[in-house]
Structures are given as structure tokens and as C-alpha cells.
């Protein structure tokens, strides 16, 4: 497939670590523009001063005013937005308890970022796209919304709520020109999650080597594989997939692997 974002305006929420800075400096390597949103700022400025042309903007996905800002900043800057990547999200991790003991602030904080904050910024960048009558919105999902995962109820929920709101938006938005698909990543190495995989001692865990034996390819991604997945969602000349989802997890939900 022929890849050339030239002239592309891609907006990236949670863009200033994991997942979201890999595909910022990917999409950016095709000639895109970045808007680098999120809501650590400093992390945002530090991440759009490596790339050729790009903003930060300070945005805490939850906030519609926020949203609004950033918006404006960005259509003040480069005229308008090609494609929105929904991909600032938080999980639990210390609080892995059963329903009947999960903490209700957890679950709100959760479901308050990973599927509000989606609809939050999504409802701002999609009317200047609807003027224009184009445009792309790629969802970060995650394999927990297909398949569950004990002990991550308001993640799960939350991420299952991402894939059936991508297929409601597709549904919605096809007609107005604006494509909207989701990709779900399985377990993906970042700062964060390199704490889970990885001892004190820097070695793999056997817990963690234990869950991989049910990845067909045996090991967590690396945070440019799923940008590679982001970018054939962006790519212009795929230009007839909306309301799909994209595994991107080695192989997780294909089956037991007995
Ligand atoms: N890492 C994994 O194993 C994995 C697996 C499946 C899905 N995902 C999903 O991929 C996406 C990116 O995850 P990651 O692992 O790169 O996470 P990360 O923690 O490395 O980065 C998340 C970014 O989002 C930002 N952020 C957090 N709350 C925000 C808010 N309220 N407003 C704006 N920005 C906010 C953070 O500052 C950070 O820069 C998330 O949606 C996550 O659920 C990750």
C-alpha cells in the first residue's frame, strides 16, 4: 500500500507518551502535521518540538471546553483536521478487584476518560470536519473490549463501549464524507506497562510469561506496531473501510491456543 499523509492535519489525543507518541512521530515521518493533544503539557510541547510541523495542545479529554480550544488552536494553525486519533485512555492497574469491590472512583475515572472523553472530543473535531464534508476518526479500543479480562470492569466496559460507538458514529457520519473505524490493541510495551512485563531486576516476570503462552506470537507489541495499524487507518487510498475494527494483537482473539 502506498503511504503519504503530505499535507494531512492527524489530531492525537494522549500524544505525549506510548502509543500516541509513536504514532505521532510515524504519522509525521508520511508528511502529516501533528496536533500533539494531551493533557500533560509539558510532555505534549516536548514531543512536537521533534517533529517537522506540529502543535501541542494542552487537553484533558473529559473537558468539552478544552476540546473547543484545541479545535480552535489547531483550525487557527493549519485550516483544518483530516483525521482525529482517539487514543488518550488510562486503565486500572492497582485497583484489579472484583466487581462487588471495585471502587466507584475508579470506575469513573476510567469510564470518565477512556469513553466519555472520546465522545467529548469527537463532538468538537467532528463539525469542522461535517462542514467540510470529509475526514477520518481512528478509535484506540483494546482486545479487553471483544474478549474480557477479569478484574478491569470499568476498562472493559469503557473499551467495549469504544468499538460499538465507532460503529454508531460510522453509521452516522458515513453519509457526511468522515470515515470512522477502531483498532484494538492486545498487550502493548510502554513506560507504563513495561512495570507489569519486566521485574524489579529487569527480567520477565513468570506471570507475565505465563499470559504471553495465549499471544500465538508470544510476546507484547512494541508501540510503532500499532502505530503501523494507525497509519493504514489514517492512509488516504483505504478509502472504502469505515465501522471496522482492527485486531492488532498478535493474535489474542483468534482463538485458545490449547
Ligand atoms: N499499552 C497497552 O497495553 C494497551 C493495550 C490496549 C489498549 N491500549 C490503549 O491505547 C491507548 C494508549 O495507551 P498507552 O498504553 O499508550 O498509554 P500511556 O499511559 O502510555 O499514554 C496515555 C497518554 O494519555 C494521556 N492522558 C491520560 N489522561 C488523559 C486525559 N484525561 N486527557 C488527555 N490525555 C490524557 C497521558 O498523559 C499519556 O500521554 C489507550 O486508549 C489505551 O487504553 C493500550
Not at 506510548?18 to 514531543?47: N, P
Not at 483525521?83 to 472512583?105: H, M, S
Not at 519486566?198 to 503462552?213: L, S
Not at 471496522?244 to 482463538?255: E, F, I, K, S, Y
Request: with cysteine.
Amino acid at each position: 500500500m502506498r503511504t503519504d499523509l503530505t499535507g494531512q492535519v492527524i489530531f492525537i489525543t494522549g500524544a505525549a507518551g506510548g502509543i500516541g507518541s509513536a504514532t505521532a512521530r510515524r504519522l509525521a515521518r508520511e508528511g502529516a502535521s501533528i496536533v500533539v493533544a494531551d493533557i500533560d503539557k509539558a510532555g505534549a510541547e516536548r514531543v512536537a518540538a521533534e517533529l517537522p510541523s506540529a502543535l501541542a495542545v494542552s487537553l484533558d479529554v473529559r473537558k468539552a471546553a478544552d476540546a473547543e480550544r484545541a479545535v480552535e488552536a489547531t483550525l487557527e494553525r493549519f485550516g483544518r483536521i483530516d483525521v482525529l486519533v482517539n487514543n488518550a485512555g488510562v486503565n486500572t492497574f492497582k485497583d484489579r478487584v472484583d466487581i462487588d469491590a471495585f471502587p466507584e472512583e475508579e470506575w469513573h475515572r476510567v469510564v470518565s476518560i477512556d469513553l466519555d472523553g472520546l465522545y467529548v472530543v469527537s463532538r468538537a473535531v467532528v463539525r469542522p470536519m461535517i462542514e467540510r464534508g470529509r475526514g477520518r476518526i481512528v478509535n484506540i479500543a483494546s482486545v479487553v473490549g471483544v474478549t474480557a479480562m477479569r478484574l478491569q470492569s470499568a476498562f472493559v466496559a469503557a473499551k467495549a463501549g469504544v468499538i460499538h460507538l465507532t460503529r454508531s458514529m460510522a453509521l452516522e457520519l458515513g453519509p457526511k464524507g468522515i470515515l470512522v473505524n477502531s483498532l484494538a490493541p492486545g498487550s502493548v510495551l510502554t513506560e507504563g506497562t513495561k512495570k507489569l512485563f519486566y521485574g524489579e531486576d529487569g527480567t520477565f516476570r513468570a506471570q507475565m510469561a505465563g499470559f504471553m503462552q495465549h499471544v500465538p506470537l508470544g510476546r507484547p507489541a512494541d508501540v510503532e506496531e500499532i502505530a503501523e495499524g494507525i497509519l493504514f487507518l489514517c492512509e488516504p487510498s483505504n478509502s472504502y473501510m469505515t465501522g471496522h475494527l482492527l485486531m492488532v494483537d498478535g493474535g489474542w482473539t483468534a482463538g485458545f491456543m490449547f
